[in-house]
Every structure is written in C-alpha cells, then in structure tokens.
Nanobody, 120 residues
Framework: VQLQASGGGLVQTGGSLRLSCAAS????????VGWFRQTPVKEREFVAT??????YYADSVKGRFTISRENAKNTVYLQMNSLKPEDTAVYYC????????????????WGRGTQVTVSS
C-alpha cells in the first residue's frame, strides 16, 4: 500500500490542524494505521494508531489528538487540537497488516512526512 500524508502547516499555540493520509494499492481496511513524528534531535516517536484491536495514543497527545479513518476513501486522519510548540515535527503516516503497534520498526509502509510547526 502506498501512502501520502498532507495537511501540515504553521499554526499558533492552541490552534488546530487536521492531517490526512491517503492510501492506494491494497485493501486498506485490512491494515492497521499509525501516525508518528520526528524532529532533527529525536528519534521517530509514536503518536497514535488504530486497527482491529483498538485505538491508542501517546500520553503526550491523549485528549488533544484524534485518529480516525474513512475506509471508503482509503484515508486516515489525525485531528490535532490544542497544539503546543513541542508538537512541532515532521509527521508521518504508516500502515501494517494486522494489529496496531506503537513501534515504528513494525511498519513497512510509510508516506512522505508533512511538516507541522507550532509557534509560541
């Protein structure tokens, strides 16, 4: 499955953004999907994931971010509210067959990242 993330941008602290991840190729509904983020000084970090076994969030985004999907459109979303400067990163979507995972090494399908910058 091929993935393409979009929706990043510059937003002020407290603002919102919605990232989209469009998938093509295989039957996307059979895949678990995840969002990760990375900065130049940190390893790729888990943000959120959803699949047949549930929905999970990193503690740092719980209550502020929401992952969802529209299988009919082969699209996954990440709604980000109450954004903070520490949310600034390149955000990546990923997919894997089977159950969800918090570990980026478990994902074999990645899209190009989209930059999110939160100004203070």
């Amino acid at each position: 499955v091929q993935l393409q993330a979009s929706g990043g941008g510059l937003v002020q602290t407290g603002g919102s953004l919605r990232l989209s991840c469009a998938a093509s190729g295989r039957t996307f509904s059979n895949y678990a999907v995840g969002w990760f983020r990375q900065t130049p000084v940190k390893e790729r970090e888990f943000v959120a994931t959803m699949g047949w076994n549930g929905i999970y969030y990193a503690d740092s985004v719980k209550g502020r971010f929401t992952i969802s999907r529209e299988n009919a459109k082969n699209t996954v979303y990440l709604q980000m509210n109450s954004l903070k400067p520490e949310d600034t990163a390149v955000y990546y979507c990923a997919a894997r067959p089977g159950a969800t995972s918090r570990y980026f090494t478990d994902y074999g399908n990645w899209g190009r990242g989209t930059q999110v910058t939160v100004s203070s």
